[in-house]
T-cell receptor, first 113, second 111 residues
Framework: NAGVTQTPKFQVLKTGQSMTLQCAQDMNHNSMYWYRQDPGMGLRLIYYSASEGTTDKGEVPNGYNVSRLNKREFSLRLESAAPSQTSVYFC????????????FGSGTRLTVV | GEDVEQSLFLSVREGDSSVINCTYTDSSSTYLYWYKQEPGAGLQLLTYIFSNMDMKQDQRLTVLLNKKDKHLSLRIADTQTGDSAIYFCAESNSGYSTLTFGKGTMLLVSP
């Protein structure tokens, strides 16, 4: 009954370092998403994958890359972290159509110093 | 692009009803959602409404949709202190579409 699992839960990076945020879902969902949440900004879409083998940019893709490794896993990579990327990152998934809503992970809190 | 607007803050007393409002601009919205976020946690889907519905009731939650005015509301009856959280309105326009979120309404319930 795991749902959407994100790792790590917390991370501190130095400016210029790289890292990959991992996300996995066990609900056989087709679509997966990465959002970032900043105070006063709500949630903004970074990238999404409508189905295995496809990825598309969202509202704020600059500075990020993604990989849909298989149906279960969707990773987000920061190649050269910047302080502006300090945020809480959420992964989500849904069946095609989204009628039953999106299931969110518990988030990764990233600080770039 | 699509936009979703919410008031930022609502304060009520325990036992009162809470009404959180949301407006959206996308006339092709198919589903409209309400999510709850407790401190330090992810987003939990509370309820959703299909765009051809006017109202949906689920225990203490009532969702009203005025499609003409593009206005969505969430009413929580008999609000409890455990309902204190941030509530997000979101919309999607079907298929593989992404969710567009409002900035969230912080609900504070006082005893």
């Amino acid at each position: 009954n795991a749902g959407v699992t994100q790792t790590p839960k917390f991370q501190v990076l130095k400016t210029g370092q790289s890292m990959t945020l991992q996300c996995a879902q066990d609900m056989n969902h087709n679509s997966m998403y990465w959002y970032r949440q900043d105070p006063g900004m709500g949630l903004r879409l970074i990238y999404y994958s409508a189905s295995e083998g496809t990825t598309d940019k969202g509202e704020v893709p600059n500075g990020y890359n993604v990989s849909r490794l298989n149906k279960r896993e969707f990773s987000l990579r920061l190649e050269s972290a910047a302080p502006s990327q300090t945020s809480v990152y959420f992964c989500a998934s849904t069946r095609t159509g989204g009628a039953n809503g999106y299931t969110f992970g518990s988030g990764t809190r990233l600080t770039v110093v | 692009g699509e936009d979703v607007e919410q008031s930022l803050f609502l304060s009520v007393r325990e036992g009162d009803s809470s009404v959180i409002n949301c407006t959206y601009t996308d006339s092709s919205s198919t589903y409209l959602y309400w999510y709850k976020q407790e401190p330090g946690a992810g987003l939990q889907l509370l309820t959703y409404i299909f765009s051809n519905m006017d109202m949906k009731q689920d225990q203490r939650l009532t969702v009203l949709l005025n499609k003409k005015d593009k206005h969505l509301s969430l009413r929580i009856a008999d609000t409890q202190t455990g309902d204190s959280a941030i509530y997000f309105c979101a919309e999607s326009n079907s298929g593989y579409s992404t969710l567009t979120f409002g900035k969230g309404t912080m609900l504070l319930v006082s005893p």
